[in-house]
């Protein structure tokens, strides 16, 4: 097992088909660490956001509609792509 400490969005690479956000509860930081993963310019990928009623406050959810689940605080799950 390793360990990694520091910001995660250094950590989000784009080998990936799904990406599970669950940093700080600041939404300006949750909105960096998702137009990181879009800027990759992937398709057909699924992006989870932990806390969304709180990380994802910045979000243009009419870009980009995730669906909001009533788990927590909401699970905002967006299939971005095909």
Sequence with gaps: CKLNYGDGIQYIEDRYDIYYLDGSNDPLETEAQFNKVIG?????????????????????????????????KGLGVLHYGE
């Design 40 to 72: 990759f310019g992937k398709k057909d990928i699924h992006i989870l956001v932990d806390d969304f009623i709180i990380k994802g406050a910045t979000l243009d959810l009419e870009k980009y509609p995730f669906t909001v689940y009533n788990i927590e």
